[in-house]
Every structure is written in C-alpha cells, then in structure tokens.
C-alpha cells in the first residue's frame, strides 16, 4: 500500500472511530494514489483502498494504479457501488468529507446507506496530510519556481509603454509552451488603475507611461504549482508609490523573518498588518497574508489573523501582503516560503 493511504490510515481513530473514509475530491484522490480521478470514487479500509469507477476509465485506472489500488468497476451508480463494497468489507462506521461532498450527493447517499453502517462526517483528513509536502513534492514546485525564474525574465522584455494587458497574456502563453507546462491558475494583468483590484481581469487598457503593472502567475508541473507576484514600473515612480512599494516590501520581510516550526499564523498576519498601520496602510490590505501551495493553488494553512493553525516543518507557504488604493494602484509582494527545522527558506528569493 502507498506510504500515503498508510498515514491515512493511522488517522482513522482520531476521527470519530471511523474504519473507512470515502474520498470523492480528485485532488486528494491524486495525492493518495499518483493517479488523476474522473468522475470516481476512493475507498479506504484499514487493509486495502479500493477505487470505484465505470467503463470509460476501467482500463485507464487499472494501468494507472498498477495494482496499488483494486480498481472496481460499477454499471448503476457510485452510491451503489460503494455500498456493495462497503457491506462485503464489513463497514461499520464509513466516513466522508463534508466539505466534498454537495448537499445532492450525501442525501443519495445516505439513500443507499445499509442500515449497519454509519455515515461519518469528518473534515479534511487527506488535506492535512498534504499541508506537509515531500522532498519530492519540494522538488516539482521548485522546478515550477525556475520557470517562473524564466518567465519574469522575459516580462522584464515584454512589458513597455504601448501594449495592451491582453497582448502581454497572449506573449506569456507563447512562451511557456516552449517549456511544456501550463498555468497554475489564470494569471492577473492588472495595469495602472486596475493595479488596486487584488484579483483584476486582463483587460484591453494599452500600458501608459509613470504607471505601475501588477502580474500575478503561477507554473503548474505534474499537478503541484507555484505561485509569485511582481510589480513592474514604467517610466518615474512617483513619492506616494515608492512609499506603499517600500511599506509592503517591509511588512513581507518581517514576516518572513517569524517563520518557523511552532509558530501562530495569526501572528505573522498580525505582524505584517502593524507594519502596514505605521504607513497608515493597513486599512487597504483587505486579504490574508498567505495561504498554503501544492497540488492546489490555495490549500492549508491559510495565513490568517482568525486561524489557530501553527506551521510545521515541510509547509510552503506564500507571503503576499498588498496594498490597493482604489482608483490609484495596487501593489502586492508574493514569494513563496517553505518552512524548515530550523527556520524557512524562500523558494523564490532568488527569482526576482
């Protein structure tokens, strides 16, 4: 059985005593298993997983999954395949993530239920386990890093007075299919003005002279991503600008300079707002400071005033405060930060 299905497995008495976990989500489905899911099920006991499906991925699975996981196919429906399974392995209290699951699904569900078997509500037990990346999950996302090393290089050629925020996309996915990935997410253009939406959409606005240019892009490779954001200037910087670009930059490095094993979340994104308050900033820093990176854009822990999480050993997480003046600019500074025994290191310290 993999390494991973194996600490899931350990988890199972923490979680309401459940004895099996019924993981719809296709992401934790790849973590678990190496294998993309479509439209299907996981099953995990204490002995064995099992992955449900139908014939358009029978075969598919079976090659991806290479005997790690039995492959069982189904000819009615998911809910009724899983509780056949569910009643020859003896099942008695059989748990599924609420988060993953709609409303639809859980009352069908608990349709097909047989009446000695419980359904468990339990919450995010594969993504906890994911919030502590591999050496080879470190691996993946520092290489999407060196792409992205690659790709800021050629922005610094592409962006110039005259050219349209759409343009500069267009020239971004020319030059990242040289590189054979794709991106992590679809990536923020926002120029002048559009600077202060946090999530702007590329638009048709021409790039202007003495203006700034946000771009926010991530690289995905074999699933996992990365995930920076620079602030570009043409022309002169005026004093207001260089003030905010200086105050975020700061709040970012103070922050980065408390992580390590054991600290609150909360605190760093407390830290990084009291600097912001000095420049009489923070009321414009609306989001969180950060939030987890892997297989998804946005995972655990998120670096938030109002979460209790506290980071471990083997988290990535991003570091972005930001600062949007609306109708002025925005500006956000975003690198990624990988968490070590003995303090953090910044994956994208070197890539500026």
């Avoid at 608990?110 to 386990?129: D, H, M, W, Y």
Wanted: proline residues 3%.
């Amino acid at each position: 059985m993999h390494n991973r299905l194996k600490r899931l497995i350990v988890e199972f008495p923490r979680h309401r005593n459940i004895d099996a976990l019924l993981i719809t989500d296709d992401v934790n489905i790849k973590y678990l298993t190496g294998f993309l899911a479509k439209e299907s099920w996981l099953v995990v006991t204490s002995q064995r997983a099992f992955y449900i499906t139908d014939f358009r991925y029978l075969h598919e699975a079976k090659e991806g999954l290479k005997g790690n996981v039995l492959v069982k196919q189904h000819t009615q429906c998911l809910s009724a395949a899983l509780f056949e399974l569910v009643k020859r392995q003896k099942v008695k209290r059989l748990g599924f993530d609420e988060q993953a699951i709609s409303v639809a699904c859980l009352k069908k569900l608990k349709s097909f239920c047989p009446r000695r078997t419980r359904l468990i509500a339990t919450n995010g037990l594969v993504e906890s386990l994911r919030e502590i990346k591999e050496q080879g999950e470190i691996d993946i996302i520092r290489e999407c890093l060196k792409i992205h090393a690659k790709v800021l290089g050629f922005l610094k050629k592409v962006v110039k007075v005259g050219i349209s925020e759409r343009q500069i996309l267009l020239y971004l996915e020319g030059f990242i299919k040289k590189y054979r990935v794709r991106f992590s997410f679809d990536p923020i253009i926002a120029s002048g003005p559009n600077s202060a939406y946090p999530h702007a959409q590329v638009s048709d606005r021409i790039l202007k002279n003495n203006e700034p240019i946000l771009i926010d892009i991530g690289i995905d490779i074999k699933g996992y991503k990365s995930d920076l954001t620079r602030n570009f200037f043409l022309g002169k910087m005026s004093p207001h600008y260089i003030k905010v670009l200086e105050a975020t930059k700061l709040a970012q490095q103070e922050a980065i300079k408390l992580v390590k094993p054991g600290i609150n979340v909360a605190e760093l994104d407390g830290l990084a707002r009291k600097v912001l308050r000095r420049f009489g900033l923070a009321k414009y820093f609306g989001h969180s400071l950060g939030h987890g990176v892997g297989l998804e854009i946005h995972e655990n822990p998120r670096l938030s005033v109002k979460s209790q999480a506290f980071l471990e050993a083997g988290m990535i997480v991003t570091v972005e405060p930001g600062v949007y003046i609306p109708g002025q600019f925005g500006v956000r500074v975003e690198d990624m930060v990988l968490v070590t025994k003995e303090g953090c290191e910044v994956l994208s310290g070197n890539y500026d």
